[in-house]
């Protein structure tokens, strides 16, 4: 082989060593940050609720615990509180009756964790999820001729879907939508006046549809 065939060969493998080892480094490159086994995410969260009209904040604690298919099952466990906004201070305006509601919810969360191929395929980890837990209600009413508190317990259960913006190897931005609805009892105090309870005051069936907006950091 001559020397200018030699150079031209020479010249074709290193041409084509660069293009795998580019499309080797491109490949790394675009994993999606999806959360694998043995990662934990920890995210703090702001909500508003549209039905009822209410707002929420709280915290979640969520770890990588199966791979399945091309995503991740995990486990978590969510703590927020919610105060009746909107949907207690405008029937406020137009009745003698002055309601005030907040809850605290403590719910666990079951999501799966996965990625679509195609644009910020390496920034986007999406995820469904479903959960279940208890929440604790509390309740004040009160009116001219009489004034009575509420505290009960019930049960909560929702689903939803959502994703995490990863600029980072630990920080990301998200959201979720999520439908939740909660069921349950109140044992209600009598404060002044006197006043005769019905059940409709004593039991009580929410259901709502919430946008949730959080930051959080990926451990491990």
Request: some cysteine.
């Amino acid at each position: 082989m001559s020397a200018h065939g030699l150079g031209q060969a020479l010249g074709r493998g290193t041409l084509l060593s660069l293009c795998v080892a580019l499309g080797g480094a491109e490949a790394q490159e675009r994993t999606p940050p999806v959360l694998r086994p043995g990662q934990v995410d920890l995210r703090l969260e702001g909500a508003a609720s549209l039905l009822p009209l209410s707002l929420e904040a709280g915290a979640t604690v969520e770890i990588g615990v199966l791979r399945v298919a091309t995503g991740t099952l995990a486990l978590g466990g969510e703590f927020s509180g919610n105060l009746c906004a909107l949907a207690c201070w405008v029937p406020n305006l137009f009745s003698e009756r002055d309601t005030s509601r907040w809850e605290l919810s403590a719910v666990g969360r079951l999501g799966y964790h996965f990625a679509l191929s195609g644009r910020n395929y390496d920034k986007v980890d999406l995820f469904g999820f479903v959960l279940g837990g208890v929440t604790e209600p509390r309740t004040t009413v009160t009116t001219p001729t009489y004034r009575f508190e509420g505290r009960g317990r019930g049960a909560v259960f929702g689903l939803g879907l959502g994703g995490n913006y990863v600029p980072s190897s630990r920080f990301f931005l998200g959201g979720e939508a999520r439908l939740r609805f909660s069921t349950g009892a109140s044992e209600l105090t009598l404060t002044r006046g006197t006043h005769a309870f019905t059940d409709d005051e004593r039991r009580w069936f929410r259901f709502g549809l919430a946008t949730a907006f959080f930051v959080g950091v990926r451990l491990f």
